[in-house]
């Protein structure tokens, strides 16, 4: 094993058990993290500003929302379960020697779980971009530049 994937294998160890001590201290009795909880509100507050300032009509704003839904349902069932990926990864690396074929295997795993992630997000993106006319997705946009991340509101 090269030093590079020992470092590799315990960073990923590290920051799995700093992500899922996180998730657990923060979960509730059958409820979503609350960080996760926050981000969609702080993301739908965020959106439905955007669309007050474009005007949208009734039927954009439900469409809209049922594609932000739809992205917020994708993003949570891929969350998976990180105790699970998090002891996987500490049991190579307690072993004697890391299996370098088991712990690329997670890696892809994970690797494939964050694309599944961006490909919903993406679809959200072209959903609602499909709904907007040329207008309403210009004020969008600008409204983005203006208050998006990095702007304080």
Do not use: C, Y
Not at 67 to 76: Q, V
Not at 102 to 116: G, P, V
């Amino acid at each position: 094993m090269t030093r590079r994937m020992m470092f590799g294998a315990i960073g990923a160890a590290v920051v799995g058990l700093a992500a899922g001590a996180a998730a657990f201290a923060h979960q509730g009795a059958g409820r979503p993290p609350f960080r996760a909880q926050m981000m969609k509100r702080m993301i739908s507050a965020a959106l439905d500003e955007a669309l007050d300032e474009a005007k949208v009509t009734p039927e954009q704003r439900t469409a809209i929302h049922a594609s932000r839904d739809r992205a917020f349902a994708a993003l949570a069932a891929q969350h998976g379960d990180r105790s699970a990926h998090r002891d996987q990864v500490l049991a190579l690396f307690e072993s004697d020697q890391i299996d370098a074929g088991r712990l690329q295997a997670l890696q892809e795993q994970e690797r494939q779980r964050h694309e599944a992630m961006r490909s919903s997000i993406t679809q959200a993106v072209v959903e609602i971009h499909d709904t907007l006319t040329a207008d309403q997705r210009k004020i969008v946009a600008n409204w983005v530049r203006a208050h998006g991340p990095g702007h304080m509101h």
